[in-house]
């Protein structure tokens, strides 16, 4: 079984920074790609940015794109999505997922986060 923490959501203003964290534990993390999804009320979940763990390639929405970066530590089995630039279309529920079969797609992860709130005032 597979468990994934995330932290570091809150309230920030338009244009500033928060940077979320994604800690997992259990059987063959170290194998699993990472992605972040967030969803906003009355809206669909979405991708947000992935990482495939075995090579360190790394997948943005256009939306984040130069915006939001991702980067791990491999010791901790960890991953850290830096949010710059925040907009208030980036309110959302954050959630980080794990899985083997691809990047992108919500309905390739296997493991999903509880999710931490991201919220960004006008």
């Known amino acids: 079984q597979v468990q994934l923490v995330e932290s570091g959501g809150g309230l920030v203003q338009t244009g500033g920074s928060l940077r979320l964290s994604c800690a997992a534990s259990?059987?063959?993390?170290?194998?699993?790609?990472r992605g972040w999804f967030r969803q906003a009320p009355g809206k669909e979940r979405e991708f947000v940015a992935a990482i495939r763990w075995r090579d360190g390639f790394r997948n943005y929405a256009d939306s984040v794109q130069g915006r939001f970066t991702l980067s791990r530590d491999n010791a901790q089995n960890t991953v850290y999505l830096q949010m710059n630039g925040l907009k208030p279309e980036d309110t959302a529920v954050y959630y980080c997922?794990?899985?083997?079969?691809?990047?992108?797609?919500?309905?390739?992860?296997?493991?999903w986060g509880q999710g931490t709130q991201v919220t960004v005032s006008s």
């Open positions: 997922a794990a899985g083997l079969r691809g990047l992108v797609s919500s309905s390739l992860y296997d493991y």
């Open positions: 259990g059987r063959s993390v170290s194998t699993l790609n």
